[in-house]
């Protein structure tokens, strides 16, 4: 039988027992998307660098125009227009303006921008027709960021919004952890790579989970699946030890005659624990070989799954620095929700048509679910359900 511990005590285990030590490295900017930043990146300037209009118009002296209106327009001297990317070199005088395009810098003296809509010209002058207040229409210099600050922090994924943010900074080499890698391997006589034959199936967790740790930034070393055999799991795990930084071992991890993932883990190294108080994923394992850690999965490719989202994918936060994840909505629940299992349950949700939640019902070893899904949400493990109605945190798949 299973002595099951709790998830967060598990997260706890498994960081109490390993190092945070990941080595960083440097990537070009155009190869850095969805690795990890390893240190803050500060802005050493301001972004943008300086006051710029946001509209096509008169770069103006707000103050010249209060009052206007169709029937009494201001009336403003034209002295010059801006062209993008050129320097305002030139300063405006009260009762001045200067011609500016979209995104071009305003000149000293100017304080706001009247669009052109609102303008009309006669000869050297500018009619304006609808007054500005200061600043109107204008980004101030360091409206974006500005010199000094915090731009990213450590930890953080980079995505295509912090591409951009990375260019607009002039980061064209980009501080990164570099990743651990992590070899995968699956077990089980029923599962193999090609066609199956009756009473087989095809080996999915090898490919689920290296598309979920490729997503995490790892590098990954997919060793395939191979039979319940006690002397070819042990030559297949230490071949990944030696190749990899973390192994996950997907199946062999419930307590039948033939799942031996916990005795081979004990012969090699160490067992910290043996079951978590979750479902699906209660069979995890969490050991270390060799100074690594090793963690055993369900082979169930849905229990997998959640495992290493909620298991591995933290542990792989915790190596970064990053924060841990956050629900990305609340929604009421459409029904009842029955749940009575003495363990922290993940269900798979989607949204009915008034928005709320409605749970996605699977069976063993179902995985089609996940495409089905919208999100997921949790039961506490003391809770005998969640009642119709009961505004819920949901995560994203």
């Known amino acids: 039988m299973l002595q099951v511990v709790t998830r967060q005590d598990a997260l706890q285990i498994i960081k109490e027992n390993t190092t945070q030590i990941l080595a960083v490295e440097s990537v070009p900017l155009q190869e850095s998307l969805g690795r ?3 240190e803050d990146i500060v802005s050493v300037e301001n972004v943008p660098s300086f006051d710029r209009t946001t509209v096509d118009g008169y770069a103006v002296k707000a103050a010249d125009t209060f009052g206007a209106t169709d029937a009494a327009p201001a009336q403003l001297e034209i002295i010059g227009e801006i ?6 070199a030139f300063p405006l005088k009260s009762g001045q303006c200067a011609k500016i395009s979209t995104g071009g810098m305003l000149p000293p003296g100017a304080d ?3 669009m052109v809509e609102h303008t009309d010209t006669a000869d050297n002058l500018c009619l304006v027709y609808k007054s500005v207040a200061p600043f109107e229409n204008i980004t101030k210099k360091g409206d974006d960021i500005l010199s000094g600050t915090t731009a990213l922090k450590k930890g953080t994924r980079i995505t295509t919004a912090e591409t951009g943010v990375l260019a607009a900074l002039g980061i064209m080499e980009v501080p990164v952890f570099k ?3 992590i070899a995968i391997l699956s077990t089980g006589d029923e599962i193999v790579s090609g066609a199956p034959q009756p009473g087989q199936i ?3 967790n090898t490919h689920l989970l290296t598309a979920a740790a490729t997503a995490r930034g790892c590098t990954v070393l997919p060793y395939g699946a191979v039979k319940d055999e006690r002397e070819t799991i042990l030559a297949a795990l230490k071949e990944c030890i030696n190749k990899a930084d973390i192994v996950l071992i997907s199946g062999g991890s419930s307590a039948g005659t033939k799942d031996m993932t916990v005795d081979i883990l004990d012969t090699l190294g160490k067992v910290y624990f043996h079951g978590i108080a979750m479902k699906p994923g209660k069979p995890t394992i969490f050991g ?3 100074g690594k850690p090793v963690f055993g999965l369900p082979g169930h490719p849905l229990a997998a799954y959640f495992v290493f989202r909620l298991i591995v994918s933290e542990y792989i936060r915790f190596l970064t620095g990053a924060p841990v994840e956050k629900p990305t909505n609340r929604a009421r629940l459409a029904l009842n929700i029955p ?3 003495g363990r922290e349950e ?3 949700v989607t949204y009915n048509e008034t928005g709320e939640l409605v749970p996605v019902h699977t069976k063993s070893g179902i995985i089609s679910v996940l495409c089905e899904a919208q999100g997921f949400i949790g039961i506490d493990r003391n809770s005998e359900g969640v009642e119709k109605g009961t505004e819920v945190e949901v995560y994203k798949l």
């Open 288 to 290: 270390k070989v060799q």
């Open 346 to 348: 993940f269900l798979c």
């Open 339 to 341: 749940s009575n299992h």
């Open 179 to 181: 990743m651990p890698v």
């Open 202 to 204: 095809r080996d999915v």
């Open 83 to 88: 062209h993008m990317g050129e320097h305002a």
């Open 36 to 38: 990890t930043l390893a």
């Open 112 to 114: 706001a921008a009247v």
